[in-house]
């Protein structure tokens, strides 16, 4: 491809370095462009190194037992409360025979058990006066199975009674058991008659004080 001279405009030879007619000299010749591939390039550690970005910060885990769910691992637990849900309800009285001699739940304060005690008491005595003129009436066997029945009625509301008072004391229902013990059942029958409940709500119930006996 010919060029022209810039000063006299004569074709010349692309490889002229001046021009033939005036001696001007040729404009260099355009350099190529680069072809290089992005992998021949120089490294340029500064263009290619992304810029540091700053970490989210980190996000504190819930509390435990926050919505149902368990402590995350090492978390201590919250210290359970030693007085339960009970410390805004009112004590409710029985009403029922069921209520007052078949249940195990909720509190029984000295007075109450008291009196419920001596009639089961009274209960048994006339059971016991009953089954003693059928034994001689009718049969002695008879009369012996029939105050066994009676005892056996008798001694599943005093359980119950038992356990209440126990519950009133903030000992557990369990204690029962030693009221079946020689001597240590009338140790448990003097705790449970001179030793007044713990006053307020407990992990058993409200105060049954809080109403009118």
Not at 8 to 17: F, I, Q
Not at 54 to 81: C, E, I, K, L
Not at 107 to 128: C, F, Q, T
Request: with cysteine; proline share 15%; net charge neutral.
């Amino acid at each position: 491809m010919s060029n022209f001279c810039s000063n006299c405009g004569t074709p010349l030879d692309g490889t002229a370095k001046f021009c033939p007619s005036c001696g001007t000299a040729t404009p260099a010749q355009a350099q190529p462009t680069s072809t290089a591939t992005p992998s021949q390039m120089p490294h340029n550690p500064q263009q290619q190194t992304p810029p540091a970005q700053t970490p989210p910060p980190m996000q504190q885990p819930n509390p435990p037992y926050y919505n149902n769910r368990p402590p995350y691992p090492g978390q201590p637990t919250a210290p359970t409360p030693s007085v339960s849900d009970f410390g805004n309800e009112p004590y409710i009285p029985d009403e029922s025979i069921t209520d007052k001699f078949f249940r195990y739940d909720n509190r029984l304060n000295r007075k109450r058990y008291l009196l419920r005690s001596l009639a089961l008491m009274g209960i048994y005595i006339v059971g016991a006066v009953i089954a003693g003129i059928l034994s001689a009436i009718i049969d002695e066997i008879f009369g012996t199975l029939l105050l066994a029945l009676i005892a056996l009625a008798i001694t599943v509301p005093s359980c119950m009674l038992l356990i209440r008072r126990l519950h009133d004391l903030d000992r557990p229902g369990w204690w029962v058991i030693g009221g079946f013990i020689p001597l240590l059942n009338f140790a448990l029958s003097i705790y449970v008659i001179f030793i007044p409940g713990t006053p307020g709500p407990n992990q058993y119930g409200p105060d049954p004080l809080t109403v009118t006996n």
